[in-house]
């Protein structure tokens, strides 16, 4: 075993990662030691990464110890580079993490300079170019053969052509420099894509009341509303990230099943949304920023009043549904579109009615044919003892919930078979013999046995699974 | 008193222009297809106003159902939505809604939009703002047993917002007792032998509806009827021989120019 990782004591104590952990012990008797967990350092890094979220949407991890933030653009926001340094610095200090921030041009040399600069230099290329021949982050054979060819510092590979640097130590020893270097263009790949829009309120003072942050929203969803109308374009989509002066966030989402940009609405739904939250939200010391995006959108033509005045019927319902989904639960309102397969409980697909915006036909019944399937269908079934003939009679009377129920008229069987082929475990199933019955009162069941007597079961089951009207 | 003469008159002028804004239209009636319960209803079911379906017995709720789902057809007629509001607690009772079951009484399933709630208040809040949405042609609320939130304040306020908009609110109880509210007509739905078919199979769907109370209207009437999934209307039984229509609460002998009605 061999230590991953040493913290700064350590380190100063002669300690270094790849030790034996036997030797460090000999070195150190009392040394504390965790197990090593990468993945749990995956999650914190991710943390981390959501707290960068703060200064640029584009953030992208650089396991396992790094983020790469471009923050083209955003650095004017926190009075430049050096600001956003010292303020990232500071809320760093304040979560207890010890960081080493660098700007640089790529994120390349960003990496680089974050991870193995030890001297201050007058600009960047100085800087990078006394940087050692590790910094281009290459497989440990290709450092070790251009030490022992004397290239100590990524200078000296600067000095060289490419050419033969190439033929000798691999193309992408060439290609990874001219990207540190700036000489090749390069960008960071995102963790979560960006936004189609963004719109950001910063607070000098952190703001600390929940009226606040909703005035807050219907502001900048009008501004969203705004810029969608530029477009000709409406959003299904709207996230906003309150983000804590104590680098926590709290994320608000809402969703609409028809493209919308009207900010009353988006006003509404968010009012409902924090009105539904399972527990409230807390501002604690006062959220300082507060960031709108418009994940996806769709197009969407103005709109027209009426002639006469008054306000449209249309869309109504999906504004309903979208208001009684965001206060609710999407999930609790569903549509359904129907599915080839004949097992009864899955007859029907059932999805939230936002994303199922337009009805689908069914199949329709037969003509003159009584009702074949319950309208109540209980899932799972509910065991019943019966009285039948055995092997494959009707049944003659049942006891359902403590009640004997006496048949007076059946139908059936109706044989539906597993299937097969979709089953995972190689068996076949069992064959189901469903029965239509109607009781003395006149009341309709749908029941089965479950198996066929002797080549499936040796005692099939009988079970209730539906209720007709 | 001149004063107060001038305020009596300034309210008379704003009683008027409110009375004035009333829907001065007849409410739309839909005929149910069977003649004497229309000629009961004075012509049809009223659209646009609260209605409540009770299930005699527990046993009895898939054919209370099955009747607030008949009704919906033929309110609807092909046209809008209908939402469907249930609590959680009756879903696992109950059984769930099946698709293809109301495919085959004939109503369209694409229609439906099933809301599955977590308690009573919330599925009465929910209809609440869903009887108002003029898109939707009927809302039904499932709510087992005597739940404290449904009071005569709840059932006034679904029935004023459903003439407002037009919207029908069929309010089916299960297991539940009749109490007093504020519903056009009341109905109490229990299932009914049917007439059966070849080789003594179930045949079409069999009701005894009872209407215990209209408004302004006669109650306490009771009649077999059944479903024509083919046509969509309700109908008298075919065998006539198996169908009394029973005079319920009173004696058969007092006519329909004496109406008794049920009060509460």
Avoid at chain 1, 244 to 261: I, M, N, Y
Avoid at chain 2, 126 to 141: K, P, Q, S
Avoid at chain 2, 159 to 187: D, F, H, I, M, N
């Amino acid at each position: 075993m061999r230590l991953a990782a040493v913290d700064a004591a350590a380190q100063a104590l002669g300690l270094a990662p790849g030790l034996a952990l036997a030797d460090a012990r000999a070195r150190l008797p009392d040394l504390v030691v965790v197990d090593h967990d990468p993945e749990a350092d995956l999650r914190l890094l991710e943390r981390i990464a959501d707290i960068c979220d703060r200064y640029t949407p584009m953030v992208a991890l650089d396991p396992p110890d790094g983020l790469v933030l471009d923050i083209s653009g955003c650095a004017h926001l926190f009075g430049g580079e050096a600001g956003l340094i010292a303020d990232w610095e500071a809320l760093a200090a304040h979560l207890g993490l010890r960081v080493r921030p660098a700007p640089a041009a790529t994120p390349e040399a960003a990496q680089a300079l974050a991870r193995f600069q030890t001297v201050p230099a007058p600009d960047e290329q100085a800087a990078l170019r006394r940087l050692p021949v590790a910094a281009l982050r290459l497989s440990g054979e290709t450092v070790l053969a251009l030490r022992r060819a004397g290239l100590k510092t990524i200078g000296d590979l600067a000095a060289r052509a490419s050419a033969p640097l190439s033929a000798r130590f691999g193309e992408k020893t060439t290609a990874t420099l001219a990207r540190l270097l700036g000489m090749r263009d390069s960008r960071i790949v995102p963790r979560r894509p960006l936004p189609a829009l963004i719109v950001e309120r910063r607070f000098a003072e952190p703001i600390a009341r929940v009226e606040q942050v909703l005035t807050c929203l219907d502001d900048m969803s009008a501004e969203a509303g705004r810029a969608l109308e530029a477009r000709e374009a409406g959003g299904r989509r709207f996230a906003a990230r309150l983000f804590r002066s104590d680098g926590a966030w709290r994320d608000l989402r809402v969703e609409t099943g028809l493209p919308t940009r009207d900010p009353t609405v988006l006003a509404r739904l968010f009012r409902e949304r924090i009105e539904a939250l399972a527990d409230p939200l807390d501002p604690g010391f006062g959220f300082d920023l507060i960031r709108f995006a418009v994940p996806v959108i769709e197009p969407l033509a103005p709109s027209q009043l009426r002639l006469e005045g008054g306000a449209l019927a249309e869309g109504e319902l999906a504004a309903l549904l979208d208001r009684l989904g965001t206060r609710l639960g999407r999930g609790r309102f569903r549509r359904f579109r129907p599915r080839d397969t004949h097992v009864p409980e899955q007859a029907a697909l059932a999805l939230p009615a936002v994303i199922a915006a337009a009805p689908v036909a069914w199949p329709r019944p037969k003509a003159g044919e009584p009702p074949l399937r319950p309208l109540h269908l209980f899932d799972p079934p509910q065991s019943i003892e019966v009285m039948a003939e055995v092997p494959d009679g009707p049944p003659h009377r049942f006891r359902w919930r403590r009640a004997m129920h006496e048949v007076t008229r059946y139908e059936g069987p109706e044989r539906l078979a597993a299937e097969w082929w979709r089953r995972d475990d190689g068996t076949p199933g069992l064959t189901r013999d469903y029965y239509r019955v109607e009781d003395v009162r006149g009341r309709r069941f749908w029941i089965f046995r479950h198996g066929l007597y002797g080549s499936e079961a040796e005692h099939p089951g009988w079970y209730m699974h539906g209720l007709f009207a | 008193m001149r004063e107060s003469l001038q305020t009596l008159s300034a309210l008379r002028r704003t009683i008027a222009r409110i009375e004035s804004q009333r829907p001065a239209e007849a409410p739309r009636l839909v005929a149910l297809g069977h003649a004497r319960i229309d000629a009961a209803l004075g012509g049809g079911l009223m659209a646009g106003r609260l209605h409540e379906i009770f299930a005699g017995e527990a046993a009895d709720a898939s054919s209370a159902a099955g009747f607030a789902l008949m009704l919906a057809t033929r309110l609807m007629q092909g046209k809008g939505a209908i939402l469907w509001l249930r609590a959680e607690e009756g879903e696992a009772r109950g059984g769930r809604l099946h698709m293809p079951g109301l495919a085959e009484l004939g109503f369209d399933p694409g229609a439906l939009i099933l809301g599955v709630l977590p308690d009573t208040l919330a599925l009465l809040r929910a209809a609440a703002e869903a009887v108002r949405c003029r898109e939707i042609g009927v809302v039904v609320l499932e709510i087992g047993r005597k739940p404290r939130a449904l009071d005569l304040t709840a059932s006034r306020r679904l029935a004023v917002a459903a003439e407002k908009s037009g919207v029908t609110a069929l309010l089916l109880r299960t297991e539940a007792e009749p109490a007093p509210s504020a519903a056009q007509t009341r109905w109490a739905i229990a299932a009914a032998p049917s007439v059966p078919l070849e080789a003594n199979a179930p045949g079409l769907t069999m009701l005894e509806a009872a209407l215990l109370r209209q408004r302004a209207g006669i109650g306490g009437l009771r009649w077999r009827v059944e479903w024509d999934r083919d046509r969509l209307c309700f109908r008298e039984p075919v065998l006539s021989g198996l169908v009394v229509p029973l005079p319920a609460g009173r004696p058969a002998a007092a006519g329909a120019g004496q109406p008794l009605r049920r009060t509460g």
